[in-house]
């Protein structure tokens, strides 16, 4: 069975650093890419951008590109998602998502969410 | 980016009866060379992440109950919930996996008239 297991909910302040982390298992890791999502309250999910746990081949979304950094460290099957100074605006839940394969945004199995809050 | 609309923005609907939500994108999202629509559907319940329901346009997901069925091509979509039952009370997301970054709906909110 394919699990995703995310770490739990974050309170920073703005400016602060955080990371995220997002732990498969059921499956053959390093086949598949990993996305990371947003959704903000009462808004439709965000694709943000994706890795490729056996070479971390990384791919984001103009949108979050260079706010965020997304790695995985394939021994121990964990996919992160950084950031190194973190804004009120990202608030928000936080989804990892296994990519099904021969696409890249097409998500077949999801995390349970991290809920990242952001205030000063 | 493709832009991705769903309507209605929420709709109830008695027990038994139909639902259907409609889901359109600012261009295509059928692939030529595969004769392929990169449409997805969604299902999110309350403090639950979504869920994926259908893929391809109109190919449900292992598990899905046959009342959930997707239709449309190019830029036209439908899902069509058939025998509504309480346990579909849910935001249905439709998203495009054609082109970077995925986009999705806005959502749609089922509930029990």
């Known amino acids: 069975e394919v699990q995703l297991v995310q770490s739990g909910a974050e309170m920073k302040k703005p400016g602060e650093s955080l990371k995220i982390s997002c732990k498969a298992s059921?499956?053959?890791?390093?086949?598949?890419?990993i996305a990371w999502v947003r959704q903000m309250p009462g808004q439709g999910p965000e694709w943000m951008g994706i890795?490729?746990?056996?070479?971390?081949?990384?791919r984001y979304s103009a949108s979050f590109q260079g706010h965020v950094t997304i790695s995985a460290d394939r021994s121990i099957s964990t996919t992160y998602l950084e950031w190194f100074s973190l804004k009120a605006s990202d608030t928000a839940l936080y989804y990892c998502a296994k990519v099904s394969a021969g696409t890249y945004y097409l998500l077949d199995h999801w995390g349970q969410g991290t809920l990242v809050t952001v205030s000063s | 980016d493709i832009l991705m609309t769903q309507s209605p923005d929420s709709l109830a609907v008695s027990l038994g009866e139909r639902a259907t939500i409609s889901c359109r994108s600012s261009q295509t999202v059928l692939y030529s060379s595969n004769n392929k629509n990169h449409l997805a559907w969604y299902q999110q319940k309350p403090g639950q992440p979504p869920k994926l329901l259908i893929s391809w346009g109109s190919t449900r997901e292992s598990g899905v109950p046959d009342r959930f069925t997707g239709s449309g091509s190019g830029t036209d979509f439908t899902l069509t919930i058939s025998n509504l039952q309480a346990e579909d009370v849910s935001v249905y997301y439709c998203q495009q996996f054609f082109s970077t970054p995925g986009t999705f709906g806005q959502g749609t909110r089922v509930e029990i008239k």
């Open positions: 890795v490729y746990p056996r070479d971390s081949e990384t």
């Open positions: 059921g499956y053959t890791f390093t086949n598949y890419w």
